[in-house]
């Protein structure tokens, strides 16, 4: 079965500096699909950016980047010039590549942006 | 477009009754998945519809049931409520084409709370 870990439950950044979430998984798949999912305290589950892993290149947008480490089963998310939107919590998530849409979420990281 | 819906957005029962939620996917997304989201077990898998059939089912008790209509809108039930029923309830729609990995897009939640 597949797992997600994400080791930091809480991190903090200043406005407009740069933080890095970290996310390792488990999984003897060789084919599968990776999210990051962003929470704000609506609950509104919103969509930050998404990796193939057949891709080597890293996924990206605007602020958002993401480092994928295939072998090593990570999954980074870079967010560069924080701002207080940002503030949320964070979900690294899993598919697998096949017949349904399971997605496998992490604990998740709670992020504060100081001004 | 239209984002994903859910109704009612907030619901209070007491133990032992049954509560029907509903969600009303993005046009045009045939798949419909259903989280639990509680702050001891996370975000846990229910089940996900797609084109009126269950596609896949999470490890929750029969009381947990789901159902999806011709225009992909989707109920799930859950019958002689506990205590521990009390969580957000997501829903997330989708294309349905879980072969190349579907973006699923998530509603705003139902707040559950059994007393």
């Known amino acids: 079965a597949q797992t997600v870990t994400q080791s930091q439950p809480e991190m903090s950044v200043q406005e407009a500096e740069t933080v890095t979430l970290s996310c390792t998984y488990d999984?003897?798949?060789?084919?599968?699909?990776l999210f990051w999912y962003k929470q704000p305290p609506s609950r509104q589950m919103i969509l930050v950016i998404r990796?193939?892993?057949?891709?080597?290149q890293n996924a990206t947008e605007n602020r958002f980047s993401v480092n994928f480490q295939k072998a090593a089963k990570s999954f980074s998310l870079k967010i560069s010039d924080s701002q207080l939107g940002d503030a949320a919590m964070y979900f690294c998530?899993?598919?697998?590549?096949?017949?349904?849409?399971?997605?496998?979420f992490g604990t998740g990281t709670l992020l504060a942006v100081q001004p | 477009k239209a984002g994903v819906t859910q109704t009612p957005r907030y619901l209070i029962k007491t133990r032992g009754q049954q509560v029907t939620l509903s969600c009303s996917p993005i046009s045009g997304h045939r798949s419909v998945s259903w989280y639990q989201q509680t702050p001891g077990q996370g975000l846990q898998f229910l089940f996900e519809y797609f084109s009126e059939t269950q596609r896949n089912k999470g490890n929750f008790p029969g009381r947990f049931s789901g159902r999806q209509f011709s225009n992909s809108r989707s109920e799930m039930n859950v019958s002689t409520l506990e205590l521990g029923d009390s969580a957000l309830y997501l829903c997330?729609?989708?294309?349905?084409?879980?072969?190349?990995?579907?973006?699923?897009?998530f509603g705003p939640g139902t707040r559950l709370t059994v007393l």
């Open positions: 998530a899993y598919l697998s590549r096949g017949a349904t849409n399971k997605l496998i």
């Open positions: 997330a729609s989708s294309p349905g084409l879980a072969a190349v990995g579907d973006t699923q897009y």
């Open positions: 990796q193939e892993a057949y891709k080597q």
């Open positions: 999984t003897s798949e060789s084919d599968y699909y």
